[in-house]
T-cell receptor
């Protein structure tokens, strides 16, 4: 499958500051990228979907002005948590999906290792 | 809206035991179903992906079955080992063009030595 990286793996920030998380698709063209959030002992909840070069589509209840998503290239998407608060502390995971090749189906998502955000 | 449920939420078994994890989904019109493993504080590791036309997939000690019409899937783990301890997530791909992925809440498995 595709190789996906996230940076940083862990970040601690003060309340009120902004933090940026990067998601990179290392070995294929990610035409679509997804951002998920996972609270302790809960499952992954989709936050937003972005297609390369287009504005992200946010799920209901996710503030687009608070969680800024940029998908400027086929290999990089960023999630910026603006004016972070302690309740934003969570595990953020990105996943990618490509246009499909002989080896990789067009629907399957490949996941990054996640970023642990702690807001103090 | 698709809902995915996993039972049990947590399971503790002695090493060597065979076990079954259950997953059910409300909308049987799925494209595919995938089982993942997640270790504490880590991302997801794909275990098995079953296409909607298939009934089962096997990888080593793992066997996943799919009964699309009844909205159920099971993950069978044979001869469990302490290293199998993790959270197991079931997820379904919707059949619409968006191919959206919906996750279950997971089963936390502990295999005792």
């Amino acid at each position: 499958g595709a190789v996906v990286s996230q940076h940083p793996s862990r970040v601690i920030c003060k309340s009120g500051t902004s933090v940026k998380i990067e998601c990179r698709s290392l070995d294929f063209q990610a035409t679509t990228m997804f951002w998920y959030r996972q609270f302790p002992k809960q499952s992954l909840m989709l936050m937003a979907t972005s297609n390369e070069g287009s504005k992200a589509t946010y799920e209901q209840g996710v503030e687009k002005d608070k969680f800024l998503i940029n998908h400027a290239s086929l290999t990089l998407s960023t999630l910026t948590v603006t004016s972070a608060h302690p309740e934003d502390s969570s595990f953020y995971i990105c996943s990618v999906r490509g246009p499909g090749t002989v080896q990789l189906a067009s629907y399957e998502q490949y996941f990054g290792p996640g970023t642990r955000l702690t807001v103090t | 809206k698709q809902e995915v449920t996993q039972i049990p939420a947590a399971l503790s078994v002695p090493e060597g035991e065979n076990l079954v994890l259950n997953c059910s989904f409300t909308d049987s019109a799925i494209y595919n179903l995938q089982w993942f493993r997640q270790d504490p504080g880590k991302g997801l590791t794909s275990l098995l992906l079953i296409q909607s036309s298939q009934r089962e997939q096997t990888s080593g000690r793992l066997n996943a079955s799919l009964d699309k019409s009844s909205g159920r899937s099971t993950l069978y783990i044979a001869a469990s080992q302490p290293g199998d301890s993790a959270t197991y997530l079931c997820a379904v791909y919707s059949s619409g063009s968006a191919r959206q992925l919906t996750f279950g809440s997971g089963t936390q498995l502990t295999v005792l030595p």
